[in-house]
């Protein structure tokens, strides 16, 4: 469900207790008259600072691509660092043999181990377990979180049994996807840049992860090696590409936001080293970065001052998981003070930073009751406010704002990276069906964002053309994906 951000809805404001009023006492507590009239002003500066019409589009399109371009040509070259992933062999479906994946990205790690069959049995089976890492050794030493990442390996791999098989006298291979920026140096090495994501662990910054890795496992006494480093974006183009060979570009969209993409050597000028025998490499944009001519609001602002990162990933900020919730927080916050939209309520909850999340305002969005129910009641758990429906519906609104420019320009940024595929290779991208693999929890869970995004591809690319490029969800792709991209970097093929 949408509600229109168009004149109808908003003469209602004008218009003051129009139909559904009053609201059903149950959902609204002491509800004083909301000051919707002057709520409706900031709303519609709101959508008018937020919109993105197809000029807008195709301006961070073209910038996409631009800016893609000039971070291939030279490191540092634009905001898109433009990450060589050194996966230059793809999965073909062929791969044979017992295969091990560890996902390490967040505050959980995962383990997965499959079996696979080659063309005809493709995946025999898999297994997987996910271990939660314990608060301490977040902040302990190197050491310490590879020893407990090695041993929690070592308990999975002793379970390995039934349709499982290791051939006799070989060490196990394992695709490593570490969701953590790093200076990638092979396909099997990579330098920490920093820890990130609440980690701070002391010792590893500077270091090859891959190294740490194999002595911890080699300490532990477990008969594995690591034979590829990845990214997450990569681990899930490589992924659907098993089942799918027209996937060309990755997309994650969860509480972050990164691409990826297939693209030719003699298109990467920065590239001196060996030449890949494909032709072809897998390149990470890191396109959370990207803040060229993007549309944003005194509440991205405000919001980028008080991060972390301030002046950093404003692509990101604006279209991903962990942004969209908090922006809405900050629009109601104002709207509460500057109009007294809920009433007298005094709303302090909505002073604390994400205290709004995405999948909260995705919730208030699916609401199709005629009074608003879920949204008057998820305003008052996680806001601690009450609301008239005339509150809601605005409400609804704002929600609907930042979804839809979140995911519009979601799609305008995929437009921009197949814009820069196309130009390098006449037809082999639009004249042909192409297809970009996502994941990530918010493309999965917010179906008005995901339409938003398939909306502003189609408007860009026109009727025709669109109907070639084929947006496929791919969920959880990127950890069998990293155990084939083991398989296609086996030290027992060479
Ligand atoms: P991560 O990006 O941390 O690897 P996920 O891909 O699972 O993890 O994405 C999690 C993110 O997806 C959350 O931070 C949230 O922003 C978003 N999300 C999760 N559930 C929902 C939902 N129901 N509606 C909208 N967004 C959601
Ligand atoms: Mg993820």
Known sequence: MSV??????????????????????????????????????????LQRDCATPLPVLRHVADAM??????????????????ILSYVDALPTGNEKGLFYALDLGGTNFRVLRVQLGGKDERVVETEFEQVSIPQELMFGTSEELFDFIASGLEKFAQKEAGNFCLPKGRTRELGFTFSFPVKQTSIDSGILIKWTKGFAVSGTAGKDVVACLNEAMKRQGLNMRVSALVND????????????????????????????????????????????????????TEWGAFSNGLPLTEFDIEMDAESINPGEQIFEKTISGMYL????????????????????CDPEKLRMPFSLRTPDICAMQQDSSKDFEVVGSILHDV??????????????????????RGGRLAGAGIVGILQKMEDDSRGLVFGKRTVVAMDGGLYEHYPQYRSYLQDAVTELLGPEISKNIVIEHSKDGSGIGAALLAATNSMYQH
């Open 233 to 284: 974006t990569v681990g899930t183009l490589a992924g659907a590409r098993y089942w799918d060979d027209d996937v060309m570009v990755a997309v994650i969209l969860g509480t972050g936001t990164n691409a990826c993409y297939v693209e030719r050597i003699d298109a990467i000028p920065k590239l001196h080293g060996p030449n890949s025998k494909s032709g072809r490499t897998i390149v990470n």
């Open 383 to 404: 806001t601690g406010v009450s609301s008239d429906l005339i509150a809601r519906k605005i409400v609804v609104d704002v929600c609907d704002t930042i979804a839809k």
């Open 325 to 344: 919730g908090e922006i809405v927080r900050r629009v109601l916050l104002k709207m509460a003070e500057d109009a007294r939209l809920f009433g007298d």
């Open 65 to 82: 691509a631009a800016d893609m371009r000039a971070g291939l040509e030279v490191d540092g070259g634009s905001d898109l660092k433009m």
């Open 4 to 45: 229109a951000v168009t004149p109808p809805a908003l003469r209602s404001f004008h218009s003051g207790r129009s139909a559904g009023w009053p609201p059903r006492p149950r959902v609204v507590m002491s509800v004083r008259s909301s000051n919707t009239v002057s709520a409706a002003p900031i709303l519609i500066k």
